[in-house]
């Protein structure tokens, strides 16, 4: 253990006196993290393969042996990638208005849609036509064609744009938009793209149009912050304790991209040049990923894409198992047609040398990481029942080599994320996905042509508990092969001897583990009905009641765009009324609905431009979902109470 002591002991003893920001820093911790690792790789080639030999023993162990090395070259690139990191917050503060006084730039807001309901669409027109910019228009592309729709966009004074048919999905749906903003007699000259469950601050133009100061920008991505747990929160209870799981991406990967010039537009909640879309004639349509593309066609007309780590939207993560998976494999599968293109990592191009390896890491981790995660769930299971022995290792040896490399990565990476990573949560969030993910790679690769865009449906109802049975049977299967091959090999008196001597320990742990995993996943596939307390948002700020022309001073405690609680004795009976005075919002008429445990609810009774003013208020910073490190004992209790549920 004394390599491992040794290398959390450091840690210990200088981290907390050093930024996260300082690149030397992080170069020497990531360094480290990397050599470690080609240390236990190097060990893993010369003492851990079965002897060559067509059985099965060399088989397996060559062929995991290949995938982890596959890992291991991509955790490299991402190591590089991690080892800088940039923060452009001061630049858009110092570049605040770089325009003409008299002559704001013209800046359009396109809002795509397909399917989405109302409730989700009147959300995000309220955020975009409160941006805060004087030369501001507003489009709904609608996909799906829908008159209610239309009459909705020409009440709020907005323009509602649709086609015919729906060639090539999104990339197409905002094609059809710019296609006719250059007909009107003031073309654009900033493109805001927004999903459409993304509601924009108001201060989202100001912000992401100052970093355009530099006229070789072409595009600006933001990140993007949901208002809603994911799946794996919602379903394991851990919403208010555990990061989304992509926080780690756009809180620091992108950031650290940004540094190396390799960042790249994610679709929603990115500006854009008009003069740069036009000169790559508008989206790429070859790729379902449109959004990378994009940012590659500009890169070759000398336009970059830049990050502005700020939350400046907020949107809605994937509300059920399907469309979490559905969103996953739709990113494998565009960065597999990319790769097969002409803007390949391997062909002759005009892509400089950082972003191949930007291309090639994204490549790796989408290829290798998913198949080796599926591997390490057959790998014991195969020594159980059949006794193949994929791995010779010695426990006196895995601790050696494995641990030091273990130890250094989880310091590096928590160090860096101020305390993001869990390792087992981080495995539960690749098995969910990954038969969903290999099938992509596989699809990609061979058959890149001809693929269909996937939407990633929201909304629709969620009050019911949900068993997604196909993803269950999968994991079940998996754990019950692990769990049956223990049993097996520990009571039968046939159960083959894979001779691993004291590794048998290394094996066991492994076993152990991956029904942890199993278990979570499984646990996650039993999707709970979404709560209205899912909608509502804890808060703690003084408001006034207004009764008989007196204002009597109260304060909430938790709100939604419905209504509120309200801390104290209800003034009035259920079912009266009053006035409430809200900040940021004005007057409004409520009505008492509910009096319990110290509080009481009402009801809002708002006009269409109170509402808008509501939902400009909750989606903001200080209601959303804002978890940006692991609440440990938070997490504990959740998966605690999930257990008993």
């Known amino acids: 253990m004394a390599p491992s002591l040794v290398i959390a002991g450091l840690a210990l003893a200088v981290l907390p006196f050093c930024s996260t920001s300082d690149v030397r820093v992080r170069a020497v911790l990531f360094l480290v993290s990397v050599g470690m690792g080609w240390r236990y790789i190097a060990w893993r080639l010369a003492e851990t393969l079965p002897p060559p030999a067509l059985d099965a023993d060399f088989v397996c162990g060559a062929a995991f042996m290949t995938l982890e090395t596959l890992v291991m070259l991509g955790s490299t690139l991402s190591s590089l990638i991690l080892s800088r990191t940039r923060d452009r917050r001061d630049e858009a503060t110092a570049n605040a208005r770089w325009w003409p006084a008299d002559r704001p730039p013209q800046v359009d807001v396109l809002i795509t849609t397909y399917n989405e309901e109302e409730a989700i669409l009147s959300r995000t027109i309220a955020g975009a036509v409160g941006i805060d910019h004087p030369a501001l228009r507003v489009w709904v592309l609608d996909d799906g064609r829908r008159d209610w729709l239309r009459d909705l966009c020409a009440a709020r004074g907005i323009g509602y744009l649709t086609r015919s048919d729906n060639s090539h999905a999104k990339a197409g749906n905002i094609n059809n938009g710019l296609a006719h903003l250059a007909t009107l007699e003031r073309e654009p000259e900033f493109i805001v793209v927004l999903d459409a469950d993304f509601v924009a601050h108001d201060d989202f133009v100001s912000r992401t149009l100052a970093l355009f100061h530099d006229p070789t920008v072409g595009l600006v991505q933001t990140p993007q912050h949901f208002f809603n747990p994911d799946p794996i929160q919602s379903n394991l209870r851990i919403g208010r304790a555990y990061p989304d799981e992509q926080r780690f991406f756009f809180d620091h990967l992108m950031a650290c991209r940004d540094a190396w010039g390799i960042a790249f537009c994610c679709g ?26 994009v940012t590659l066609r500009l890169k070759q007309h000398g336009l970059r894409t830049v990050y502005l780590n700020e939350r400046l939207s907020d949107g809605l993560a994937p509300e059920g198992m399907k469309e979490y998976v559905t969103q996953r494999g739709r990113w494998c599968l565009g960065l597999m047609q990319i790769v097969r293109g002409p803007l390949s990592p391997f062909r002759r191009n005009r892509l400089d040398w950082m972003d191949r390896l930007g291309l090639l890491d994204a490549l790796l981790y989408w290829s290798s990481t998913f198949y080796f995660r599926l591997v390490c769930l057959l790998i014991p299971a195969l020594y159980w029942w059949f006794g193949i022995s994929a791995v010779n290792a010695p426990f006196h040896d895995v601790v050696v080599y494995f641990i030091p490399y273990f130890v250094a990565v989880m310091i590096a990476l928590n160090w860096t994320t101020h305390g993001k990573i869990i390792p087992i949560m981080n495995d539960v969030s690749q098995v969910l996905t990954m038969f969903e993910i290999n099938r992509a790679v596989f699809t990609g690769l061979l058959r890149p042509e001809g693929q269909k865009f996937k939407v990633t449906a929201k909304g629709g109802e969620r009050s019911r508990r949900i068993v997604q049975w196909v993803m269950m049977r999968r994991f079940g299967a998996l754990a019950l092969m692990t769990a049956g091959g223990m049993a097996y090999a520990m009571l039968s008196d046939y159960a083959p001897d894979g001779g691993a001597g004291d590794g048998k320990l290394v094996i066991l742990f492994w076993s152990f583990y991956n029904l942890i995993v199993l278990l979570l996943a499984m646990t996650v596939c039993i999707e709970l009905p979404r709560l209205r307390g899912d909608e509502r948002y804890p808060t703690d700020e003084q408001v006034e009641m207004e009764l008989a022309g007196d204002l009597i001073p109260a304060r909430l405690i938790d709100i939604s765009i419905g209504g509120a609680r309200i801390h104290g ?46 939902i400009r208020k909750i989606y903001s910073d200080d209601y959303q979902l804002n978890v940006s490190r692991v609440n440990w004992r938070g997490l504990l209790a959740g998966l605690g109470s999930r257990a008993t549920q």
């Open 268 to 293: 929603t909640s990115s500006m854009m040049r008009w003069d740069g879309l036009k000169a790559i004639g508008g989206f790429p349509t070859d790729s379902v990923t449109e959004d990378f593309l």
């Open 569 to 614: 004795t209800v003034p009035t009976d259920v079912g009266e009324g009053f006035l409430l005075h809200v900040a940021d919002v004005g007057v409004m008429p409520v009505t008492v609905v509910d009096e319990r445990d110290g509080a009481f609810m009402v009801k809002f009774l708002h006009d269409a431009e109170t509402r808008d003013r509501m």
